[in-house]
């Protein structure tokens, strides 16, 4: 009996982790280009943005919450990025501008939830088409180009042969990680999403704790606006669209629960690198599109009635 249980144990923590290992054996023996340096690279650098946006979304969800507004938010940073990276300010200022404005609607989300009492659904949705809106403005709805070469070389540049756009996410995820997991405040956010009545009668602020994951989500939503722009070269308010919908797939793939309460870092990166290589692996196996945007919703919808369905048996 004690080893069936450490086996479902062991499925329930690793089993994310197993499914990409095989995935990558298959796509390799389909494709071995998948495995060329140059193609790993790629992949790197696709997964960094999203990871960094599910690793702000994690947070949000364990605490009980849900966020679309985030791939706006990326847009509107990203936005006011390239309007202040074109030499005439040093990089720190368009890194703080686009930061900055990330937490503004990350603040303006959480205390709208907390305070407000609407709905996360409802009240994300109001500033995902807000917001949106504002990054139209911001640059009277035409990509804002001739950012530095400086702010360019921020996504471009590699550290020993690794993109540093796969570092900025490693960093990111590891002061998740660790938040989460050695804080106070991290347990708080746990006990959030998992009674939020019973964390109130405990003593904890959870008004506060509620708003500071929307604030994190937003945070790092700007901090992805900014690397986006560095990437691309240019200040698209168009871009980023349905980025929200990764970051949620990444994090529900990765293991964190939408009834919150549940979930972890190490997960989530799991769950971004699934998702980038699913789609990678479409693409050099000439797959249109339009499948992938098919096989990504099969995959939410998978991954959440695995969640159900192990809810239920726990109960």
Same mark, same amino acid.
């Given at each position: 009996?004690?080893?069936?249980?450490?086996?479902?144990?062991?499925?329930?923590?690793y089993?994310?982790?197993?499914?990409?290992?095989v995935?990558?054996?298959?796509?390799?023996?389909?494709?071995p280009?998948?495995?060329?340096?140059?193609?790993?690279?790629?992949i790197?650098k696709?997964?960094?943005?999203?990871?960094?946006?599910?690793?702000g979304?994690?947070? +949000?969800?364990?605490?009980?919450?849900?966020?679309?507004?985030?791939g706006?938010?990326?847009?509107?940073?990203?936005?006011?990025?390239?309007?202040?990276?074109?030499g005439?300010?040093p990089?720190i200022?368009?890194?703080?501008v686009?930061?900055l404005a990330?937490?503004a609607?990350?603040? +303006?989300?959480g205390?709208?939830?907390a305070?407000?009492?609407?709905p996360?659904?409802?009240?994300t949705l109001?500033?995902?088409?807000?917001?949106?809106g504002?990054a139209?403005?911001?640059?009277?709805?035409?990509?804002?180009?001739?950012?530095?070469d400086v702010?360019k070389?921020?996504?471009?540049s590699?550290?020993?042969?690794v993109?540093?756009?796969a570092?900025?996410l490693?960093i990111v995820?590891?002061?998740?990680?660790?938040?989460?997991?050695?804080?106070?405040?991290?347990?708080?956010?746990?006990?959030c999403?998992?009674?939020?009545?019973?964390?109130?009668?405990?003593?904890?602020?959870?008004?506060?704790i509620?708003?500071?994951?929307?604030?994190?989500?937003?945070?790092l939503?700007?901090?992805?606006?900014f690397?986006?722009?560095?990437?691309?070269?240019?200040?698209?308010?168009?871009?980023?669209?349905?980025?929200?919908?990764?970051?949620?797939?990444?994090?529900?793939?990765?293991g964190?629960?939408?009834?919150?309460?549940?979930?972890?870092a190490?997960?989530?990166i799991?769950g971004?690198?699934l998702?980038?290589?699913?789609a990678?692996?479409?693409?050099?196996?000439?797959?249109?599109?339009?499948w992938?945007r098919i096989v990504?919703?099969l995959?939410?919808?998978?991954?959440?009635?695995?969640?159900?369905?192990?809810?239920?048996?726990?109960?």
């Open positions: 009996m004690e080893k069936k249980w450490d086996l479902r144990r062991f499925m329930s923590e089993f994310i982790f197993v499914i990409f290992i995935l990558v054996i298959i796509l390799t023996i389909l494709k280009s998948f495995i060329q340096p140059s193609n790993l690279v790629n790197l696709q997964a960094a943005i999203n990871g960094i946006l599910a690793s979304m994690m947070f +949000v969800i364990i605490a009980g919450g849900f966020d679309m507004s985030v706006s938010t990326v847009a509107f940073a990203g936005v006011l990025a390239a309007l202040l990276g074109n005439d300010y990089l200022v368009p890194l703080i686009a930061m990330g937490l609607v990350g603040i +303006v989300n205390v709208g939830v305070v407000g009492n609407l996360p659904f409802i009240m109001g500033s995902m088409t807000a917001v949106r504002m139209l403005l911001a640059c009277n709805g035409k990509p804002v180009t001739g950012i530095s702010y070389s921020v996504a471009a590699s550290l020993f042969g993109p540093m756009l570092i900025y490693i995820i590891a002061i998740c990680a660790f938040v989460l997991a050695k804080t106070v405040y991290g347990r708080r956010v746990y006990a999403g998992g009674n939020l009545q019973a964390a109130t009668v405990a003593g904890i602020n959870t008004t506060l509620r708003i500071s994951t929307f604030a994190i989500a937003g945070l939503a700007g901090f992805s606006g690397l986006m722009t560095s990437r691309v070269t240019i200040g698209q308010p168009t871009a980023a669209e349905s980025y929200e919908l990764d970051a949620i797939t990444a994090c529900v793939v990765g964190v629960s939408m009834s919150g309460g549940v979930g972890k190490r997960g989530v799991i971004t690198l998702i980038t290589v699913i990678n692996g479409l693409d050099i196996l000439g797959v249109s599109s339009h992938q990504k919703g995959i939410i919808v998978i991954a959440v009635l695995i969640d159900v369905r192990s809810k239920s048996n726990n109960d």
